[in-house]
């Protein structure tokens, strides 16, 4: 097996959106398919806990960081075949958004703004506006259970419109979340029928602050770093959140965002 070159004790606060997190004691750029392949494989060869970071985003990092190896995917091959678009898991999302638009393609812009992966949007089945990443997903390529790339089946589009319903769609980002603050999207998944932002808001919680962090004035299913937080500040507030929620509605939140280091 070739051998990885790991770096050490690298902070991962830089790599997530929410700009919030420890070390990790190993971190491996995967520049390649095979970059991760061989990543993963030497990580279980070792017996070291591993994760694949995307974009970072819907994620919150312990403060203390991860006691084990992180994989930062960073493969990003694109290629067309008709109608489909075959994305490495490493293609960030707004890339792949402008590459279908210049490619005559439509059926994506929606996802203009989400600043995770194509391996994280699959993951995580991202969504907006009513439209969901894995609705045009027709196969995913694995390997140890590891997304190595996917393909995506859209239609064919037209330049200007699609450029049309880019600008439609940020204005309508920038009207209705705190873009200007660092956060990891939103925390939590809309319970059936109901939108969990406007159970927080009813429970008087915009606005509400624990050290650094803070519940957005502008969405309140947004937790904002609105200055230098801590994982424990925000994991303070997604407790305070559950409470209040269950005791006014008897609903029980479930978080959206995953949990590294803890």
């Known amino acids: 097996m070739p051998k990885i070159k790991l770096q050490k004790n690298i902070p991962l606060a830089e790599y997530t959106t ?3 997190g420890g070390p990790a004691k190993y971190f491996f750029n995967a520049k390649t398919i095979e970059d991760l392949i061989q990543a993963v494989e030497f990580a279980q060869s070792k017996s070291i806990a591993w994760f694949i970071l995307g974009g970072g985003s819907n994620l919150l990092i312990s403060d203390q960081g991860f006691d084990g190896l992180v994989i930062r995917a960073r493969n990003s091959g694109c290629k067309i075949q008709g109608k489909k678009i075959i994305a490495e898991a490493g293609v960030k999302l707004s890339n792949l958004v402008k590459f279908s638009i210049k490619s005559e393609l439509s ?152 949990y590294l280091g803890f």
């Open 107 to 258: 059926g994506l812009e929606w996802a203009v703004g989400i600043p995770g992966t194509v391996g994280g949007a699959v993951k995580v089945n991202a969504h907006a506006f009513g439209s969901n990443f894995n609705d045009l997903v027709k196969n995913i390529r694995k390997e140890n259970e590891i997304i190595l790339s996917v393909e995506l089946e859209l239609t064919k589009g037209n330049k200007e419109k699609s450029q049309d319903l880019l600008k439609e769609y940020i204005k309508k980002r920038k009207h209705s979340q705190p873009l200007e603050y660092p956060s990891a999207g939103c925390v939590f998944r809309n319970p059936a029928g109901q939108f969990a932002g406007q159970l927080i808001d009813q429970c008087g919680l915009k606005g509400r602050k624990n050290g650094g962090a803070e519940v957005s004035e502008k969405h309140a299913n947004f937790i904002i770093n609105s200055r230098n937080a801590k994982a424990r500040d925000v994991v303070g507030l997604i407790d305070l959140i559950k409470e209040k929620v269950k005791e006014k509605f008897g609903v029980e939140l479930e978080e959206e965002i995953e």
């Open 18 to 20: 929410f700009q919030i």
